[in-house]
């Protein structure tokens, strides 16, 4: 096996064991460790990460998944990547969402790109409908903003300071190239935060007009169904 396909240092060390596992299959921690140049101790320790995200899955060796070697007097496991873990190959979503939207853009019937935004607002929202477990605006926000955090995206819920209303706040945007290009993706997000929170969402504030942060502020109407 050689090293030089897996770099093991920096920020990319999940991401190399990732890789590893990608191609070689099952494995056990000392072959991985060899492997990547690395001990077994840092090993485990970006295994745990992984398999707490739901990339890694393990399970007990036997002669069929091919580890070579155990512990002495402990039991021995090998570890692949799950389903979701061997989704995370490539990286050329960035490049086909940029060029996807450029051709919205350039859609000249304002009517027919509306609906077009409004369908991709609905399945932007399709995708975490089963997350929200709220049964008030506030707390469907919060469904959210829990989402958004396990995406990497700082952001808070908190009462609009006048009218007592639910705001989510973004501290960073989803997606910030696209927002750059054309507004429109924003119009999505809105969209797609007015089927999750099942009330009329307004975006009170945004950093490309100039403000430190996003604002949706959620309307007090009754809560969809």
């Not at 009170?204 to 169904?225: I, K, M, Y």
């Amino acid at each position: 096996m050689s090293t030089s396909r897996f770099p093991s240092d920096g920020r990319g060390s999940d991401a190399a064991l990732i890789e590893l596992l990608r191609v070689e299959g099952s494995l056990g921690i000392g072959d991985m460790a060899g492997a990547l140049g690395v001990t077994a101790t840092a090993v485990r320790q970006r295994l745990d990460r992984l398999m707490r995200g739901g990339l890694v899955d393990r399970r007990q060796a036997t002669p069929a998944n091919g580890l070579r070697s155990a512990g002495r007097g402990r039991p021995a496991h090998v570890y692949s990547l799950t389903e979701e873990g061997r989704r995370t190959g490539g990286d050329n979503f960035r490049d086909l969402s940029l060029v996807l939207w450029r051709e919205i853009r350039g859609i000249r019937d304002p009517e027919v790109r509306r609906g077009l935004l409004a369908r991709v607002g609905s399945a932007m929202a399709g995708a975490y409908r089963d997350r929200m477990t709220g049964e008030t605006p506030a707390q469907r926000l919060e469904n959210v903003a829990e989402i958004f955090r396990e995406r990497r995206l700082s952001c808070s819920v908190e009462p609009e300071a006048t009218g007592g209303l639910p705001v989510l706040t973004t501290y960073s945007c989803p997606y910030p190239e696209l927002a750059e290009q054309d507004r429109g993706i924003c119009a999505a997000e809105r969209i797609m935060l007015e089927e999750l929170v099942g009330t009329d969402v307004q975006l009170s504030e945004c950093r490309l007009d100039g403000a430190s942060c996003c604002r949706f502020t959620a309307s007090a109407g009754t809560q969809a169904t």
